[in-house]
Nanobody, 125 residues
Framework: QVHLVQSGGGLGQPGGSLTLSCTSS????????VAWFRRTPGKEREKVSCITMSDGNLYYTDSVKSRFTISKDNAKSTVFLQMNSLKPEDTGVYYC??????????????????WGQGTLVNVSE
Protein backbone atom coordinates (compact mmCIF):
# COMPACT_ATOMS: atom_id res chain seq x y z
CA GLN A 1 0.00 0.00 0.00
CA VAL A 2 1.35 3.40 -0.99
CA HIS A 3 0.65 6.32 1.31
CA LEU A 4 1.61 9.81 0.13
CA VAL A 5 2.40 12.45 2.72
CA GLN A 6 2.68 16.08 1.67
CA SER A 7 4.54 18.88 3.39
CA GLY A 8 5.39 22.49 2.67
CA GLY A 9 3.19 25.17 1.22
CA GLY A 10 1.45 27.75 3.35
CA LEU A 11 1.54 31.50 2.86
CA GLY A 12 3.67 32.98 0.11
CA GLN A 13 4.10 36.47 -1.24
CA PRO A 14 3.75 37.45 -4.89
CA GLY A 15 7.14 36.98 -6.47
CA GLY A 16 8.21 34.73 -3.65
CA SER A 17 8.89 31.02 -3.42
CA LEU A 18 7.47 27.96 -1.73
CA THR A 19 8.39 24.30 -1.89
CA LEU A 20 6.08 21.33 -1.67
CA SER A 21 7.22 17.81 -0.86
CA CYS A 22 5.50 14.50 -1.44
CA THR A 23 6.92 11.44 0.27
CA SER A 24 5.74 7.89 -0.14
CA SER A 25 5.58 5.77 2.96
CA UNK A 26 5.09 2.75 0.78
CA UNK A 27 6.96 1.49 -2.23
CA UNK A 28 6.98 3.53 -5.41
CA UNK A 29 8.96 1.79 -8.06
CA UNK A 30 10.75 3.48 -10.88
CA UNK A 31 7.81 2.99 -13.22
CA UNK A 32 5.59 5.28 -11.23
CA UNK A 33 4.73 8.81 -12.16
CA VAL A 34 4.17 11.39 -9.46
CA ALA A 35 2.05 14.37 -10.37
CA TRP A 36 1.03 17.60 -8.72
CA PHE A 37 -2.52 18.84 -9.16
CA ARG A 38 -4.13 21.95 -7.81
CA ARG A 39 -7.65 23.10 -7.20
CA THR A 40 -7.90 26.86 -7.37
CA PRO A 41 -10.95 28.98 -6.59
CA GLY A 42 -13.46 28.98 -9.42
CA LYS A 43 -11.52 26.51 -11.55
CA GLU A 44 -11.49 22.81 -12.16
CA ARG A 45 -8.71 20.64 -10.83
CA GLU A 46 -5.61 21.21 -12.91
CA LYS A 47 -2.55 19.08 -13.45
CA VAL A 48 0.40 21.32 -12.67
CA SER A 49 3.35 19.04 -13.27
CA CYS A 50 4.46 15.44 -13.25
CA ILE A 51 7.62 13.38 -13.31
CA THR A 52 8.34 9.75 -14.04
CA MET A 53 10.54 8.25 -11.34
CA SER A 54 12.55 6.09 -13.77
CA ASP A 55 13.70 8.49 -16.46
CA GLY A 56 12.70 11.86 -15.07
CA ASN A 57 10.29 12.52 -17.92
CA LEU A 58 8.67 15.87 -17.12
CA TYR A 59 5.55 17.84 -17.81
CA TYR A 60 4.48 21.36 -16.80
CA THR A 61 1.25 23.13 -17.53
CA ASP A 62 1.82 26.33 -19.47
CA SER A 63 0.96 28.66 -16.62
CA VAL A 64 3.82 27.43 -14.44
CA LYS A 65 6.53 26.81 -17.01
CA SER A 66 9.77 28.62 -16.14
CA ARG A 67 8.43 29.28 -12.63
CA PHE A 68 7.91 25.85 -11.10
CA THR A 69 10.41 23.00 -11.00
CA ILE A 70 9.59 19.40 -10.21
CA SER A 71 12.35 17.12 -8.99
CA LYS A 72 12.75 13.76 -7.33
CA ASP A 73 14.84 11.89 -4.83
CA ASN A 74 14.34 8.23 -5.62
CA ALA A 75 16.28 7.07 -2.57
CA LYS A 76 13.85 8.97 -0.33
CA SER A 77 10.77 8.24 -2.48
CA THR A 78 10.15 11.98 -2.48
CA VAL A 79 9.10 14.40 -5.16
CA PHE A 80 9.45 18.14 -4.78
CA LEU A 81 7.70 21.06 -6.41
CA GLN A 82 9.74 24.24 -6.19
CA MET A 83 7.45 27.18 -6.88
CA ASN A 84 9.15 30.47 -7.74
CA SER A 85 7.81 33.82 -8.88
CA LEU A 86 4.52 33.05 -7.18
CA LYS A 87 1.37 34.73 -8.40
CA PRO A 88 -1.95 35.20 -6.60
CA GLU A 89 -3.53 32.87 -9.16
CA ASP A 90 -1.31 30.07 -7.84
CA THR A 91 -3.44 30.09 -4.69
CA GLY A 92 -5.19 26.81 -4.12
CA VAL A 93 -4.98 23.35 -2.64
CA TYR A 94 -2.19 21.28 -4.10
CA TYR A 95 -2.29 17.51 -4.23
CA CYS A 96 0.36 15.01 -5.17
CA UNK A 97 -0.68 11.76 -6.78
CA UNK A 98 1.11 8.64 -7.94
CA UNK A 99 0.37 5.83 -10.34
CA UNK A 100 1.99 3.33 -12.66
CA UNK A 101 1.61 5.48 -15.75
CA UNK A 102 3.90 7.62 -17.85
CA UNK A 103 4.13 11.32 -17.18
CA UNK A 104 2.78 13.38 -20.03
CA UNK A 105 0.40 16.20 -20.80
CA UNK A 106 -2.30 13.56 -21.14
CA UNK A 107 -1.78 11.69 -17.86
CA UNK A 108 -5.30 11.72 -16.41
CA UNK A 109 -6.03 11.96 -12.72
CA UNK A 110 -8.13 8.79 -12.83
CA UNK A 111 -5.06 6.73 -13.65
CA UNK A 112 -3.25 7.90 -10.52
CA UNK A 113 -4.08 5.46 -7.77
CA UNK A 114 -2.65 7.19 -4.74
CA TRP A 115 -3.23 10.73 -3.50
CA GLY A 116 -1.75 12.95 -0.84
CA GLN A 117 -3.79 14.80 1.76
CA GLY A 118 -3.59 18.17 0.04
CA THR A 119 -1.67 21.29 1.01
CA LEU A 120 -2.95 24.85 0.96
CA VAL A 121 -0.88 27.41 -0.91
CA ASN A 122 -1.99 30.99 -0.36
CA VAL A 123 -0.22 33.68 -2.36
CA SER A 124 -1.05 37.13 -1.10
CA GLU A 125 0.57 40.31 0.18
Amino acid sequence: QVHLVQSGGGLGQPGGSLTLSCTSSGFINDYYTVAWFRRTPGKEREKVSCITMSDGNLYYTDSVKSRFTISKDNAKSTVFLQMNSLKPEDTGVYYCAAGSVVCSAYTPAVQLEYWGQGTLVNVSE
